[in-house]
């Protein structure tokens, strides 16, 4: 069965560090999503991308965040100067999209990538 | 902005008791509807789903779900539970090329 795969599956990063988080979504899909959940709280939505660009994102997604689909296969998160808060299971997802309005297909999510900012 | 809304954040049943989480969202336009369940240190998992036809819908696990559009909700049932469906459950929303979660609800199994 196809799938999400994220890596590294865990990275421990010090304040003010780079970090990058890749994803290689299911090759058919053509949308692509960054989640995360930070310990004890809810699932909450990064970015979206399709066609090479971002589609949405939400207000947590600042200047510190990008995304780059930097090959045909591969879907990195990056984040610029790491901070506390960015402590969090980020989980990349992708989805099939039907064009002509039909069901857009269910989200598949990888396992999660386990940031942890010291 | 589309809200998703979980009202039960932690519920402790017996096993064999019977399950009903509750879900509401807050667009009124055609959305599609997703329960999703992450057992303790995996990723999520996709227990059922609604995009159109029989509101009833029919997951994995013996997990059901019911659309009630007039109501916005997206109720999560079980009418046994086990000790191993403890996890946590989001309901999701999907409209527009945009998926939101819920807050989850924590269930507890006791054996």
């Known amino acids: 069965e196809p799938e999400v795969t994220q890596t590294p599956s865990h990275q421990v990063t010090q304040m003010g560090q780079e970090v990058i988080l890749r994803c290689v979504p299911i090759?058919?899909?053509?949308?692509f999503y960054w989640y995360r959940q930070i310990l004890g709280q809810k699932v909450e939505f990064l970015v979206s991308?399709?066609?090479?660009?971002?589609?949405?994102k939400s207000e947590i997604f600042d200047d510190q965040f990008s995304v780059e689909r930097p090959d045909g296969s591969n879907f990195t998160l990056k984040i610029r100067s790491t901070k506390l808060e960015d402590s969090a299971m980020y989980f990349c997802?992708?989805?099939?999209?039907?064009?002509?309005?039909?069901?857009?297909?269910?989200?598949?999510f990888g396992e999660g990538s386990r940031l942890t900012v010291l | 902005a589309q809200s998703v809304s979980q009202h039960n954040h932690h519920v402790i049943l017996s096993e064999a008791a019977s399950l009903e989480l509750g879900c509401n969202y807050s667009?009124?336009?055609?959305?599609?509807l997703f329960w999703y369940v992450q057992y303790p240190g995996q990723h999520l998992q996709l227990l059922l789903k609604?995009?159109?036809?029989?509101?009833l819908v029919k997951g994995i696990k013996g997990f059901e779900a019911e659309f009630i559009k007039s109501k916005f909700s997206f109720n999560l049932r079980k009418p046994s539970v086990q000790w191993s469906d403890t996890a946590e459950y989001f309901c999701a929303v999907y409209f527009n090329n945009d998926m939101r979660f819920g807050a989850g609800t924590r269930l507890t199994v006791k054996p």
């Open positions: 609604y995009f159109s036809g029989d509101p």
């Open positions: 090759s058919n899909h053509l949308y």
């Open positions: 991308f399709y066609n090479n660009e971002i589609s949405e």
């Open positions: 667009y009124g336009g055609t959305v599609n």
């Open positions: 997802a992708s989805s099939e999209y039907r064009v002509g309005g039909g069901a857009p297909g269910e989200l598949f």
